[in-house]
């Protein structure tokens, strides 16, 4: 038991110190993109309109470095080794903050269960846009 909250313990703090690194990156990354303005007939709302595009059509599959993923297809969400977690988690801490919503919509239509360990570690990094 304990060696399962120390196990715990160093998992957040890991998670901790991994949102972090990804926050200070994403905030460098974003102050070295170009600015381009708007279509003319655009509402404002892009993450939305792009967002609600996506999920419309059901056929585009986007990837994000993932494929190794595709292997998962099927698999529920409880039954994943400390090791197949981890793949999900790597690729997961790799995306902008903006792009995660995207990248469970598109396991999602892979039929890829994300591991229900990770599903709050994702809700807590798209919170923090």
């Known amino acids: ?11 957040f703090i890991g ?18 993109e170009e600015v381009v303005a708007p279509p003319s007939d655009c509402c404002g709302a892009h993450e939305i309109c792009e967002f609600d595009q996506m999920k419309m059509n059901e056929s585009h599959v986007e990837y994000y470095d993932d494929e190794e993923l595709d292997a998962y297809k099927n698999i529920d969400e409880n039954s994943y080794t400390n090791n197949q977690i981890e793949q999900f988690r790597e690729v ?33 990094l798209m919170a923090e846009a």
């Open 92 to 124: 997961l801490y790799t995306l902008k903050t903006e792009e995660i919503k995207f990248w469970l919509l598109s396991i999602e239509r892979r039929h890829i269960q994300l591991p229900a360990i990770l599903k709050s570690e994702a809700r807590m």
């Open 1 to 11: 038991m304990i060696i399962g909250l120390v196990f715990l313990l160093l998992t």
């Open 15 to 32: 998670v901790f110190l991994l949102v972090k690194a990804n926050k200070k990156n994403g905030k460098t990354a974003t102050k070295q």
